[in-house]
Each structure stands twice: as structure tokens, then as C-alpha cells.
């Protein structure tokens, strides 16, 4: 007979030991980790247990209880997922290209200046892609103050992000011309970030449920694939602090399996999960 998976394994986590972890993941992230997610706690923590020399999850819990910043960030990295691409939801770019910019261009014509949420950037791509498209109508833009906030949870990922550097593959579903325009091959054989994209973007590591060290105003927010992770209260708290920060008809997009039905009634929806904010 062959031994259980259980059995097998080099730590062994509790019910009780899953619970505090997942309450420490609640109360650090916001995030509302499912019974499902089981495997997924145990395949991340184990290896900082292992990197601690720690013999099991209660000492690693007993650690984070201590309240050493150093360690509850690897812990909210190990958590937190990050999967994004480059012109992710294409839709989303064609909309700020055909409809947003040029309506920035005539609201804004007096301030000559436009402000871009990235929330949850990841790896940096979202960002990237954002600069990009406006980067190709800058004619709209010369001579505006134009700056993109991104921010992630994970300190890793917004470092990964700031250097601006992929493989080459990260690439395939992004047009050769675009890619030779705004991106440099390194004598690695990757492709960087231009100058010119890297100076549009302002990369911070930022927890969403802590306090946000800026005041906007916004003319614009992505906000996609991280409320998927919240639970209703904390998308409710997190979609009206960002309604702080955005004036009226400035614009909200989420991710293609969220929606702020019954959670937020300050934004109208007005395309395939492309919000305008009424109120």
C-alpha cells in the first residue's frame, strides 16, 4: 500500500495551524483564502520554513506573531498570485485609445495633466502596456504632465516590475514593431524597457489595505484580477476609498471576472467591465 500524500510530506499543518494562517493572510492582505486553498498555503510557507530551519508551521506562525516586518512581507509574497501579461483584455486598451484619451485631452485641455492607477501591477507588464498606449498618443499629450502610479502587494514582483526586463517570450502576442519600438534586446538576450516607457511609470509597493500615501486625483484606475481575492465587505471598503480619489466620469477597470454589482454604486458600468464613476 502506498502512504497517504500526508504522510509523505516533511511539515505537517493542522486545521488549527491553517485557520491562523489563513486569518494572518485576512488581516495583512485583505484576501479570504478558501478550505480549496489548502495546498497552495502548504506548497508556498513550507519553503520559509525551510529557509528558517524551522521544524513546523506552529514555530513559523509563532515567528509572524512577533510582528517583524521583514518576514510578514516574504510571507504576504508567498502568498499573494501573480499572473498578467502584456495587453492583457485587450479591449480595455482599445477603450482608452479610441474613447478616454481623447475625452482627457478635451477635459483636461486647462491642467495638462493626467494621473494613471496601476493597482495590483505585478510583474509590470499592465503598467508597461498602459504606457505604451500612451505613449502612441502622446500628439494628444505633448507637453502634459502625464505620470502612472503602479503599485503592488509583493515587493518582489514591483522590483521585477521597475527593471522593466523579459524574456523574450512574454512577447508572442505583442505586434514585432511594437515590441522593436518600445522595447531594447540586452546582450542577454532580453528585452528591457525603453527610456521612454520607464519614464512615465513610478513603481511602490503598496498594501491596499493600509493607508495610501497619495491623494490623487485619478483620471483613471486599473484594478484588475486583485479583488477576486476579497471578500464582499473589503471589496465594498476598497472600491469606495478609490471613488475618494476619482472625480466624476473618470474611469474605473476591472478584471474580466469581477463586477461591482451590489458592492459599489458610485460607478456606472459602461462597457465590458470599464466603469465611469457618477457619484
Request: hydrophobic share 40%; proline share 2%; with cysteine.
Amino acid at each position: 500500500m502506498q502512504p497517504s500524500a500526508a504522510a509523505e510530506r516533511e511539515f505537517h499543518l493542522s486545521d488549527r495551524e491553517f485557520d491562523e494562517i489563513r486569518k494572518l493572510v485576512r488581516e495583512h492582505t485583505g484576501i479570504s483564502l478558501a478550505e480549496s486553498k489548502r495546498e497552495l498555503v502548504y506548497s508556498r510557507l513550507v519553503r520559509r520554513l525551510r529557509r528558517l530551519s524551522l521544524r513546523t508551521f506552529e514555530d513559523y506562525i509563532a515567528l509572524l506573531g512577533q510582528g517583524e516586518a521583514a518576514e510578514l512581507e516574504e510571507f504576504t509574497n508567498a502568498i499573494t498570485t501573480n499572473l498578467t501579461s502584456f495587453f492583457r483584455e485587450g479591449h480595455h486598451f482599445e477603450f482608452l485609445t479610441e474613447t478616454v484619451f481623447p475625452a482627457l485631452e478635451k477635459r483636461n485641455a486647462a491642467t495638462r495633466r493626467l494621473r494613471v492607477w496601476s493597482a495590483g501591477c505585478s510583474t509590470g507588464e499592465e503598467p508597461y502596456s498602459i504606457a505604451i498606449a500612451l505613449q502612441e498618443a502622446m500628439a494628444r499629450f505633448r507637453g502634459w504632465d502625464v505620470r502612472i502610479l503602479a503599485t503592488d502587494l509583493d515587493s518582489h514582483v514591483v522590483a521585477h516590475a521597475q527593471a522593466g526586463e523579459y524574456k523574450a517570450e512574454r512577447f508572442e502576442k505583442m505586434a514585432d514593431q511594437r515590441c522593436g519600438r518600445w522595447f531594447e534586446e540586452t546582450k542577454a538576450g532580453t528585452l528591457t524597457a525603453s527610456p521612454a516607457l520607464k519614464s512615465l511609470i513610478t513603481f511602490r509597493q503598496l498594501n491596499l489595505m493600509h493607508q495610501w500615501p497619495f491623494k490623487g486625483p485619478f483620471d483613471i484606475i486599473f484594478c484588475r484580477n486583485v479583488v477576486i481575492y476579497f471578500d464582499k465587505e473589503t471589496q465594498r471598503a476598497l472600491f469606495d476609498r478609490m471613488a475618494e480619489l476619482q472625480r466624476n466620469d473618470d474611469h474605473l477597470f476591472i478584471g474580466h471576472s469581477e463586477s461591482l454589482f451590489k458592492v459599489c454604486d458610485r460607478y456606472q458600468l459602461i462597457g465590458k467591465t470599464i466603469y465611469r464613476k457618477v457619484r
